[in-house]
């Protein structure tokens, strides 16, 4: 096995980029951040990008953005687990901290297991995900409303809605985090609305516009407003004005934890892909005394 170092996204993209876009449902973040970091001049800590090759072989590949968690891919579940003991070897001579990793289940699986027992920590799981991808919409019974562009007026109540998605989600925004968020989304035109005689329901974005395919993630309703049907009709109604756009796909990702919103998303046409997840690592807690 040989690790290979990029020394800028450039250089990584051109290496990966038939990698990537084989498989660019589950390569989409990965790819995104390629995408839209071409030009970007690192005035902090430059990302760590790198593969794992056999014979010439992309068997895994890695990128690290700092402060987000290390993401891996590989194209064969059996590579990647083979590579990543590997990958983490590197890390390790290299004297990198990684604090969190996202990654296929197996994949995630095998780097949390080497480097955990190299640095005696323990990992914990922040998020336990399904990716699921659509090529049609299957339109769900008809409910009252309609969708729209989200807008500026919206903003006096999007970011408590974010900070609370976040939140659901273990992807905690502080308030001021939300604001910004939330007014670059509706300034690009990325946030949606689902609204029912007047008044927002609920709310899901586009996300990771890339070659062929695009996802749609902060699908939100406000506890008041569950079980209505709203969340459906309105990632439903995005995904149909999505792949109007032209786009061939739309994905987005599930948390595994809640069989509400998977089966949602499969009853409107979002067929599943593979699992991922996101390690946390931690120190080890100290054993309390009998």
Same mark, same amino acid.
């Given at each position: 096995?040989?690790?290979?170092?990029? &020394?800028?996204?450039?250089?990584?993209?051109?290496?990966?980029?038939?990698?990537?876009?084989?498989?660019?449902?589950?390569?989409?973040?990965?790819?995104?951040?390629?995408?839209?970091?071409?030009?970007?001049?690192? &005035?902090?800590?430059?990302?760590?990008?790198?593969?794992?090759?056999?014979?010439?072989?992309?068997?895994?590949?890695?990128?690290?953005?700092?402060?987000?968690?290390?993401?891996?891919?590989?194209?064969?579940?059996?590579?990647?687990?083979?590579?990543?003991?590997?990958?983490?070897?590197?890390?390790?001579?290299?004297?990198?901290?990684?604090?969190?990793?996202?990654?296929?289940?197996?994949?995630? =699986?095998?780097?949390? =297991?080497?480097?955990?027992?190299?640095?005696?920590?323990? &990992?914990?799981?922040?998020?336990?995900?399904?990716?699921?991808?659509?090529?049609?919409?299957?339109?769900?019974?008809?409910?009252?409303?309609?969708?729209?562009?989200?807008?500026?007026?919206?903003?006096?109540?999007?970011?408590?809605?974010?900070?609370?998605?976040?939140?659901?989600?273990?992807?905690?925004?502080?308030?001021?985090?939300?604001?910004?968020?939330?007014?670059?989304?509706?300034?690009?035109?990325?946030?949606?609305?689902?609204?029912?005689?007047?008044?927002?329901?609920?709310?899901?974005?586009?996300?990771?516009?890339?070659?062929?395919?695009?996802?749609?993630?902060?699908?939100?309703?406000?506890?008041?407003?569950?079980?209505?049907?709203?969340?459906?009709?309105?990632?439903?109604?995005?995904? &149909?004005?999505?792949?109007?756009?032209?786009?061939?796909?739309?994905?987005?990702?599930?948390?595994?934890?809640?069989?509400?919103?998977?089966?949602?998303?499969?009853?409107?046409?979002?067929?599943?892909?593979?699992?991922?997840?996101?390690?946390?690592?931690?120190?080890?807690?100290?054993?309390?005394?009998?």
């Amino acid at each position: 096995m040989e690790v290979t170092r990029y &020394e800028s996204i450039p250089a990584f993209y051109d290496e990966v980029e038939t990698f990537l876009l084989d498989q660019e449902d589950r390569a989409q973040i990965m790819l995104g951040n390629c995408l839209r970091n071409r030009d970007r001049v690192w &005035e902090a800590e430059k990302p760590f990008l790198a593969t794992v090759k056999k014979d010439g072989k992309i068997m895994l590949a890695a990128m690290l953005i700092p402060p987000y968690a290390i993401l891996l891919l590989e194209k064969e579940e059996s590579d990647g687990v083979t590579a990543a003991p590997y990958l983490a070897e590197y890390l390790i001579k290299e004297n990198y901290a990684i604090h969190k990793v996202h990654a296929p289940k197996a994949v995630g =699986k095998a780097f949390s =297991k080497h480097w955990t027992a190299a640095h005696q920590l323990e &990992e914990k799981v922040l998020m336990d995900l399904r990716l699921y991808t659509l090529q049609s919409v299957i339109q769900p019974a008809v409910r009252p409303g309609k969708l729209r562009p989200a807008t500026e007026s919206d903003l006096t109540f999007l970011p408590q809605w974010i900070v609370e998605i976040t939140g659901e989600i273990n992807q905690l925004m502080t308030r001021d985090e939300a604001e910004e968020y939330a007014n670059t989304r509706v300034r690009d035109g990325f946030l949606f609305i689902w609204e029912d005689e007047g008044k927002a329901v609920s709310m899901a974005s586009k996300t990771r516009p890339n070659i062929k395919g695009v996802a749609v993630n902060l699908v939100y309703t406000p506890k008041e407003f569950r079980g209505k049907g709203y969340a459906s009709a309105c990632v439903a109604a995005l995904s &149909e004005y999505l792949l109007q756009e032209g786009y061939e796909f739309c994905s987005l990702f599930t948390d595994l934890a809640n069989p509400t919103s998977n089966k949602i998303y499969q009853n409107i046409g979002y067929q599943p892909v593979c699992d991922f997840v996101e390690f946390k690592f931690n120190e080890k807690r100290a054993e309390t005394p009998a």
